[in-house]
């Protein structure tokens, strides 16, 4: 006889074989030969490497980098409640089922949290040991941080996302993200210089932890969006797959009635024809589209982050590479927009299709170039040279646009 | 006058799928023609076949009207979930250069007649499965196409909005348009088609008005279902 143990484990088994399926569809043993052995092999080679001597470029790496790659690694992820939509019909009448599969999702997900944290971890050991000067049991210590933090991060994220919507949601998570930043940055100082309030901040991570697991786990009403949750997870290697391989993937639901730009469908172009509706569809639909300007933002964001960090001298040349990357990205948004069945539903020429991709990616790239633009100018100290970039970063945004939509 | 012929040889989604074969159909101006025909028969991909939209496909699908544009509108409504009403209908006119001062009051008269106008400034994510149907007609009317490529319009649609989009296609037949529709929904189909072509396991089996489809299964006063029963029975 099943019971909700056999159940819950089911479907956790069910879950990794459909990943190790979705894998198996791209990396085919012609993948595996040529991609993912020798990239593996490289990998093991390096990182035995840093074991003997750290490399050279770990200098322009501050500590407080590797603080913002842990805390960036900490929010990442989502708590998975495994629950499928069919529940409804046979298992939410049982209670105790339904309870029992939520608690066995945050046991699995809090013992999923402590793996991944002990890759990263090793991965980063010899350089935390051999050049940030901690000790082995400063790295037992800064794991647990980790954990704990990935934990409650991730925990608290989604208790936010249930109970708050719109704006409102994404303000109080940007605080959770920017309070949390403080913590972990203060957090690795005082485990750097073995204070003891570090052990404290320890013992507050635990106790916030304990207190959102029961929350999470007596939480109610929230049937439907756990299924939503766990169906976007389930599916996310999947659709990232699909898409790279050309197929339109049905994106999630605006929960909106009425957008919050261009609320009266207010004309982005007074010249209607083909490539401006095209253009117009695409720039409107990705400003609407949260998910992919938080993306944009961030994208531009560790961008920015990466040109503060290295010297002045490599700034342009930097620019440049990002904003090859950030015309790729959203390159891909129109990717996703060119797709849906409503385009097929009229006849486009392949040439108005071409001329709208390329001014697209010119416009939606645009701001984000702009915006390093501003950063190198401000970092070289040279406002009058950054004056003079900006016929260059339009002309070369243009040009990077309009390779990427020949090359496709 | 014709408006379209097709002649599909075989066509499928992939290489060793035979989906449908030897469909053989033609459309004039003014003509109301149902495909009709048991779940799987392969309706939708004969439609799917017309609007070019099969990867495999050996065979002859022509436009042949003075205009050649029609408009196809899917059994399920294809709409983006991040633009407003108004702006798949402003896509629409780009895409056919439909002149301002023509879609405008056009778009409007569709979506009074359709009962739409007041959530014109909405995303079609807040909208009922019926009024994303409603959408997907609008569309299809306001481009004023000399053929309607109509895939199971009744899914969905309320009494009124069926009623609406009969009397619109009715107005859009009498302008000299052609009708091909796919439908389950056999009462309506005898009722407003001027045609059949029944379709079963890939292929056509019976085709001609209600007169002709009634001799061939020898059912003088047989209702369409009772006829189309009878010939699946005997194919």
């Known amino acids: 006889m099943i019971t909700v143990t056999r159940l819950f484990f089911q479907r956790i088994i069910a879950d990794w074989n459909y990943q190790y399926q979705v894998w198996r569809t791209a990396v085919d043993w012609i993948v595996a030969l040529y991609i993912v052995i020798p990239f593996s092999a490289g990998f093991i080679y390096y990182y035995l490497s840093w074991w003997r001597a750290v490399p050279g470029w770990l200098d322009y790496i501050p500590l407080n980098a590797l603080s913002a790659l842990m805390l960036v690694f900490a929010w990442s992820g989502t708590i998975r409640i495994f629950v499928e939509g069919a529940d409804q019909l046979f298992l939410l009448q049982r209670k105790v089922w339904i309870s029992r599969i939520i608690k066995y999702s945050l046991v699995y997900a809090v013992v999923y949290n402590l793996v991944v944290t002990l890759v990263l971890l090793t991965i980063l050991a010899p350089l935390l040991l051999l050049h940030y000067g901690f000790s082995l049991q400063g790295i037992v210590w800064l794991t647990i941080l980790v954990f704990l933090l990935k934990n409650c991060m991730g925990l608290g994220k989604q208790l936010v996302e249930l109970r708050l919507k719109g704006w409102a949601k994404r303000i109080v998570k940007l605080i959770i993200f920017l309070v949390m930043g403080v913590y972990v940055r203060q957090s690795v100082a005082l485990l750097l210089s073995r204070n003891g309030l570090f052990y404290l901040s320890i013992l507050v991570l635990l106790i916030i932890l304990s207190k959102l697991l029961y929350k999470r786990a007596k939480l109610k009403g929230i049937f439907f969006e756990d299924v939503a949750r766990e169906e976007t997870a389930k599916l996310r290697l999947a659709k990232y797959m699909l898409q790279n391989a050309g197929t339109y993937v049905k994106r999630p639901r605006f929960s909106r009635k009425r957008p919050l730009l261009f609320r009266n469908s207010n004309l982005l172009f007074k010249n209607r024809n083909p490539v401006n509706g095209l253009v117009e569809m695409c720039l409107k639909y990705e400003l609407r589209n949260e998910k992919d300007v938080e993306f944009y933002l961030k994208m531009v964001g560790v961008s ?92 070369t945004g243009y040009y990077i646009a309009k390779k990427i939509s020949l090359k496709s | 006058m014709e408006l379209l012929t097709v002649d599909i040889k075989h066509a499928g989604y992939s290489d060793n799928t035979e989906v449908i074969k030897n469909v053989t159909l033609s459309l004039k101006s003014g003509e109301h023609v149902g495909l009709i025909g048991p779940n799987g028969a392969g309706k939708s991909t004969t439609i799917k076949g017309i609007m070019g939209l099969l ?40 895409a056919y250069e439909i002149e301002r001062k023509v879609f405008v009051p056009r778009a409007e008269e569709l979506l009074n007649l359709f009962r739409l106008t007041e959530v014109k400034h909405h995303l079609p994510g807040s909208f009922s499965k019926g009024m994303q149907q409603k959408v997907m007609l609008i569309v ?45 929904i056999l009462d309506t189909a005898e009722r407003i088609c001027s045609s059949f072509v029944l379709m079963n396991a890939g292929g056509v089996v019976a085709r001609g008005d209600l007169k002709e489809i009634r001799e061939q299964c020898q059912l003088p006063k047989g209702s369409l279902l009772e006829c189309f029963d009878k010939i699946l029975e005997n194919s």
């Open chain 2, 140 to 184: 299809g009317f306001l481009l004023e196409p000399s053929v309607f490529v109509v895939d199971e319009p009744f899914v969905g649609l309320d009494p009124r909005g069926t009623k609406d989009f009969l009397a619109y296609l009715n107005q859009a037949r009498a302008k000299g348009a052609g009708v091909l529709m796919c439908t389950h």
């Open chain 1, 304 to 395: 920015i982050l990466a040109i503060l960090l290295f010297p002045p001298d490599y700034g342009w040349l930097l620019w440049f590479v990002f904003s090859i990357m950030i015309s790729n990205v959203v390159w891909l948004f129109w990717q996703e927009v060119i797709k849906d069945p409503f385009i097929s539903l009229f006849p486009w020429l392949p040439e108005s299709k071409v001329a709208a991709m390329s001014k697209a990616i010119f416009l939606m790239a645009l701001p984000g170039q702009f915006m390093l633009g501003v950063v190198v100018a401000a970092k070289t100290q040279s406002w009058l040279g950054g004056l003079v970039m900006v016929p260059f970063i339009v002309l």
């Open chain 2, 55 to 94: 990867p495999v496909m050996d065979g002859k699908v022509e436009f042949v009207g003075t205009r050649k544009n029609f408009a196809y509108i899917p059994e399920q409504p294809v709409l983006y979930e991040g633009l407003t009403l108004w702006e798949h209908l402003e896509l629409a006119a780009a």
